[in-house]
Nanobody
C-alpha cells in the first residue's frame, strides 16, 4: 500500500489549501482514512477522520468549521480542504489508512505565514 500526499505549500494567514492523498496497492474503499499533522516539537495529532463510506466525519476542535475532509473512492483519494488558515496550522500533514495494519503517507509541508 502506498499513500502519496500532495497540495502542501506556503500560504498567508486567511488563505486556503487543498491536500490530496492518493492510495495505491490495495483496496481503498474498504478502509477509514484520516489526516494527521505534526508541528515542530509537538506530537502528531489527529486533524480529521472519515469513515469508509464518507458518511461520518470527525474533526479536531482546532479546525472545526475551517477544514473539510472528503473522499472519492472511485479515485482512491482522500482530500482535506483547509480554509481560513492560521499560523498555528503550520505542520507536516500526513494521511493515514486505518487497518490493520495502518499505513501512513510521507507527509506534505503546510506553512502559514502571518
Amino acid at each position: 500500500v502506498q499513500l502519496v500526499e500532495s497540495g502542501g505549500g506556503l500560504v498567508q494567514a486567511g488563505g486556503s489549501l487543498r491536500l490530496s492523498c492518493a492510495a495505491s496497492g490495495s483496496t481503498f474503499s474498504g478502509n477509514a482514512m484520516a489526516w494527521y499533522r505534526q508541528a515542530p516539537g509537538k506530537q502528531r495529532e489527529l486533524v480529521a477522520y472519515i469513515s469508509i463510506t464518507g458518511g461520518y466525519t470527525n474533526y479536531a476542535d482546532s479546525v472545526k468549521g475551517r477544514f473539510t475532509i472528503s473522499r472519492d473512492n472511485a479515485k482512491s483519494t482522500v482530500y482535506l480542504q483547509m480554509n481560513s488558515l492560521k499560523p498555528e496550522d503550520t505542520a507536516v500533514y500526513y494521511c493515514k489508512r486505518y487497518g490493520p495494519p495502518d499505513y501512513w503517507g510521507q507527509g506534505t509541508q503546510v506553512t502559514v505565514s502571518s
